[in-house]
Nanobody
Framework: QVQLVESGGGLVQAGGSLRLSCAASGHTFSSYDMGWFRQAPGKGREFVAAINWSGGSTNYADSVKGRFTISRDNAKNTVYLQMNSLKPEDTAVYYC??????????????WGQGTQVTVSS
C-alpha cells in the first residue's frame, strides 16, 4: 500500500506557473512508476505525464508537452509537476497516481485525493 497526498494547486492567471507536489508514504517509493492525471469539470480523467521509477524516462500528453515537466526525488518520496505557460484549458483537479514496476501491469493502483488548479483568462 502507498498513500499519496497532492499539494500546490491554486488560482493562477493565464501564462503563469505552478508546481504541484505529491508526497508518498507507506511503501518503498522507488518501487513505483508515477503519473499525473487531471479531470476538468464535466470531462473524464485524462493522462498528463508519467515518470518511471528512476526518473530516467518520462512521457507527456501532447497538450502539455513543452509546458509541463514531471520529476521525482526518491530521497524525499515526492513527485513533482512543474506547470508553465498555463492556459485556461489546464483548469482541472490534478491527481497523482502510482503504478508498481514489478507487476508488469499498466495499471495505476494508488491515487491521491487531488488538488484543484484554476487558470483564469
Amino acid at each position: 500500500q502507498v498513500q499519496l497526498v497532492e499539494s500546490g494547486g491554486g488560482l493562477v492567471q493565464a501564462g503563469g506557473s505552478l508546481r504541484l507536489s505529491c508526497a508518498a508514504s507507506g511503501h518503498t517509493f522507488s518501487s513505483y512508476d508515477m503519473g499525473w492525471f487531471r479531470q476538468a469539470p464535466g470531462k473524464g480523467r485524462e493522462f498528463v505525464a508519467a515518470i518511471n521509477w528512476s526518473g530516467g524516462s518520462t512521457n507527456y500528453a501532447d497538450s502539455v508537452k513543452g509546458r509541463f515537466t514531471i520529476s521525482r526525488d526518491n530521497a524525499k518520496n515526492t513527485v513533482y509537476l512543474q506547470m508553465n505557460s498555463l492556459k485556461p484549458e489546464d483548469t482541472a483537479v490534478y491527481y497523482c497516481a502510482a503504478k508498481s514496476r514489478f507487476t508488469g501491469l499498466n495499471v495505476y493502483s494508488y491515487w491521491g485525493q487531488g488538488t484543484q488548479v484554476t487558470v483564469s483568462s
